[in-house]
């Protein structure tokens, strides 16, 4: 695949840039969306913003760019505050809905008019336009569009300044399969230039074969973050034999440490599936089954956020030691006011 290349820039290190989230607040009246969240970035990595519906992302990524005001703390890109930044188009690019393109002008002029504001050439649309995979739609009125293409078309139009940094919020809704797969490759090789990347799922599912990193909220607040490596924990393998407890002592002289898990299964600690079926031959102790232990990440990830769906109003939880100051209780949102976007009109933000 080819790919938008990057070009030099004239702010922080070149190639890569870094977003820094540092005790960042926004409270909405007494409603608290985003709580002393902190979390940072990696140029090169893609990181994935999870949460379920309600739990601040959104918020996050407007107050990111600039589009809603902290009540405190700061969310930085490259070290600045987005309004502080000389070329903005040249150093992130966003595609935060999906659908506000005007229905009646194609995806090609649409882009054009982004592009002419940026001082950059058409050449570079139709550029776009092809490595998004939609340069027979270009012509199409965008209001014809299916979900997937706008998804394309809002990634196009991220892409154009060739920015260092792209923050992306539910990228994967809409897309077909080969679509999520494409787009998986696709911010890989983004990522493989230097790109910092973020993007937004409430599904960890969605892009646990995508993110290299993961920053977890619920509520408003950070649950968890670090690498996938560090989410799946330490590897571990899963065996079934006729004698557990001799395989058990066998592995504990390998200084292998082994203990009984559910079925009857023993559940060893190391990843090394090798060693484990040469250590049970020596002891003599058939193997009836020998695979790796793969951490269940829906259950995990509904661990960690378990009934905090703000959206669903009444009947949610929050997560048991982490009640919200200002009264973030759940069902909060129907009393929440509502602050209007100056800029759209749409309700979420209010600058
Ligand atoms: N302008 C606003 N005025 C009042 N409340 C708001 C405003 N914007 C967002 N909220 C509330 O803040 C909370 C967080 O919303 P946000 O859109 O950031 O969540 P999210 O994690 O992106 O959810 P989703 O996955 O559903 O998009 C929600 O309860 C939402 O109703």
Request: charged share 25%; proline share 5%.
């Amino acid at each position: 695949m080819t790919a938008a290349t990057t070009t030099t820039s004239t702010q922080g290190t070149p190639g890569g840039a870094h977003i820094e989230i540092r005790d960042l607040t926004k409270s909405f009246g007494s409603f608290t969306a985003v709580d002393n969240l902190s979390f940072e970035v990696q140029p090169g990595r893609i990181t994935g913003f999870l949460g379920p519906n309600g739990a601040g992302k959104t918020t996050t990524l407007r107050m990111l760019l600039g589009l809603v005001h902290p009540t405190s703390g700061t969310a930085r890109i490259d070290g600045r505050d987005y309004r502080d930044l000389d070329r903005p188009l040249s150093v992130v690019g966003s595609a935060l809905e999906a659908t506000n393109f005007h229905p009646g002008r194609s995806g090609r002029d649409h882009l054009r008019v982004i592009a002419a504001a940026g001082g950059l050439p058409d050449s570079r649309v139709d550029e776009l336009l092809e490595l998004t995979g939609i340069p027979a739609a270009a012509r199409k009125r965008a209001g014809e569009y299916s979900m997937g293409m706008r998804q394309r078309l809002g990634l196009a139009a991220a892409l154009l300044g060739d920015p260092r940094v792209l923050i992306l919020d539910e990228p994967a809704n809409g897309l077909d399969p080969e679509g999520i797969r494409w787009l998986r490759g696709f911010l890989r090789h983004l990522a493989g230039e230097g790109k910092t990347i973020l993007v937004s799922s409430h599904l960890l599912q969605e892009v646990e074969q995508t993110v290299d990193d993961v920053v977890i909220i619920a509520n408003g607040r950070l649950v968890r973050s670090g690498t996938m490596a560090e989410l799946h924990g330490a590897p571990t393998t899963i065996v079934r034999t006729s004698d557990n407890d001799r395989l058990v002592g066998a592995l504990r002289v390998a200084d292998v440490m082994a203990a009984p898990g559910a079925d009857g299964e023993l559940v060893v600690e190391t990843g090394d599936k090798r060693l484990v079926g040469d250590v049970a031959l020596q002891a003599g102790v058939p193997v009836w089954e020998l695979r790796d232990r793969r951490t269940d990440l829906e259950a995990l990830f509904f661990q960690l956020t378990e009934g905090t769906n703000r959206n669903l109003g009444d009947g949610a939880t929050s997560l048991p030691g982490a009640t919200q100051p200002g009264a973030t209780q759940p069902g909060a949102t129907a009393d929440a006011p509502t602050e209007t976007d100056a800029i759209s009109g749409r309700e979420g933000a209010n600058e």
